[in-house]
């Protein structure tokens, strides 16, 4: 790992919040830069990318973070990290900074263990290291589902074909829910079993599901859905 | 023959020859269904979508070339292979039948081995065809994979599964945890690096809180507290 300490920039108009955050980064192992205003911080980043930058949402009294959010990420994608900070709780506003492309949020009072833990998914230092939380592990484990989403490519009458980012492993089982398509409609989510999934040009995987235990009904169903959007 | 699962659609205007194909067939497992008129054989396909047609031509008000032409459209090839069973054995017949694009012609009265061997061939050859979906057709649709949920802190949890979640990708959870927690609606997402590789087909991600007040961190830590 590279012994030099990562770089950060803050943008907030609160020169008491800039001061006391650049120093908890500064314990975690970060080197940082403050910007008060938008422009030296744009500029700022035309001059030298940081390794991850943090924006607050209310500047001068507005929402103005939210466009600087939405056009920094249209502008260099992955390639800049955003971490929105804000005092604004509600899962609403974490939500659209999220999808404007701000890749995390930290609330304001900033608590330094939970700021450690979400900076070690990007650097390890010595500060973040010893400041981070640990997980504590379940004895026997918690049953859950994963909901995300995949791309339908194909349909035929024994299932889907589809492409997505995500790796499902041969021999898998999902359910496909019953609003995703007009011939599962009153049929209920379908249990479906992936029978193959391999890494595809542009980085995608490409696979097939087929339907687990399909009624005569259902094929019926899915068979003249295919016949009308052939 | 075992034809579980395969739908063939008979017509023919005459009853006694419905009733004799429906026995022929009917220890195949296919599922057959029926009409006695070529406008009722064509609403009969877009009802039934079946695997095969087989076809009469003689029948009234329309033949079964009108059938075929109105199955036909406007494609350069009919959407399911049809066997004609026909009374005429003209040449003129069996050839405008084949430019239709039947697959085969059969003149009655046929033998059912022959018939059987046929129904085969054609089913054989034509598997139901699937769609590709064009780009605009192609749709995101969300799913759900059973996982579980080995472990959490106040900034997230590690869940095992057999899906291996790109990095930074917006998720949900479902769990009973989640929703004692009252984070049903709270947004999560993957971390920035790949998740773990388990045994064979089970990998481990790590799913974050993004935005994680004291208040969400508290009742994490009051509910976690007793575990290892």
């Known amino acids: 790992m590279n012994s030099e300490k990562p770089l950060v920039y803050i943008l907030d108009d609160d020169p008491d919040f800039l001061a006391i955050f650049q120093l908890m980064l500064a314990k975690l192992g970060f080197e940082t830069k403050t910007f008060m205003k938008e422009p030296e911080f744009i500029e700022g980043i035309k001059k030298q990318k940081p390794g991850l930058c943090f924006i607050d949402i209310n500047l001068h009294g507005f929402a103005s973070g939210y466009p600087l959010v939405q056009s920094l990420h249209k502008k260099y994608g992955k390639e800049l990290t955003l971490f929105v900070v804000s005092a604004q709780s509600g899962s609403v506003a974490i939500s659209h900074a999220v999808e404007l492309g701000a890749t995390d949020y930290i609330l304001k009072p900033v608590d330094s263990t939970i700021l450690a833990s979400k900076l070690q998914k990007f650097f390890i230092t010595e500060g973040t290291r010893e400041e981070s939380l640990s997980f504590l592990e379940h004895p026997q484990g918690i049953e859950a589902r994963l909901i995300l989403d995949l791309k339908v490519v194909e349909v035929d009458e024994l299932g889907i074909g589809f492409e997505s980012d995500h790796l499902l492993s041969k021999g898998s089982v999902f359910y496909l829910k019953e609003d995703s398509f007009e011939f599962l409609k009153g049929a209920g989510d379908q249990l479906m079993s992936v029978s193959s999934n391999e890494a595809a040009p542009g980085n995608v995987f490409r696979g097939y599901a087929e339907f687990g235990s399909a009624s005569e009904e259902l094929l019926l169903k899915v068979r003249t859905w295919i016949q009308n959007n052939r | ?228």
């Not at chain 2, 802190?153 to 959870?173: M, Q």
Request: proline fraction near 5%; hydrophobic fraction near 40%; glycine fraction near 6%.
């Open chain 2, 1 to 228: 023959m075992n034809l579980q699962g395969k739908e063939i659609l008979i017509i023919d205007d005459n009853p006694d020859l419905l009733f004799i194909m429906r026995s022929i067939l009917a220890n195949t497992g296919a599922t057959i269904s029926e009409a006695l008129s070529a406008s009722e054989g064509f609403q009969r396909y877009q009802e039934r979508a079946p695997h095969l047609i087989i076809c009469d031509l003689g029948m009234k008000p329309h033949s079964g070339f009108d059938f075929l032409r109105l199955l036909r459209g406007q494609a350069n090839k009919l959407p399911v292979p049809v066997l004609v069973l026909s009374g005429d054995n003209s040449k003129t017949s069996v050839v405008q039948a084949f430019s239709l694009g039947i697959s085969d012609y059969l003149i009655k009265p046929v033998e059912t081995p022959m018939l059987l061997r046929k129904i085969r061939k054609s089913l054989k050859n034509n598997e139901f065809s699937s769609v590709q979906l064009s780009p605009d057709k192609q749709k995101n649709i969300a799913i759900e994979v059973p996982a579980t949920i080995v472990a959490a802190s106040e900034a997230g949890f590690r869940v095992n599964s057999t899906i291996r979640i790109a990095p930074n990708t917006k998720v949900k959870l479902k769990s009973e945890l989640i929703t004692t927690l009252q984070l049903g609606d709270h947004p999560v997402r993957t971390g920035p690096g790949a998740a773990l590789s388990l045994e064979k087909g089970f990998y481990q991600n790590e799913i974050r809180l993004v935005g994680v007040s004291e208040e969400i961190a508290s009742r994490i830590r009051k509910c976690i507290r007793f575990w290892k």
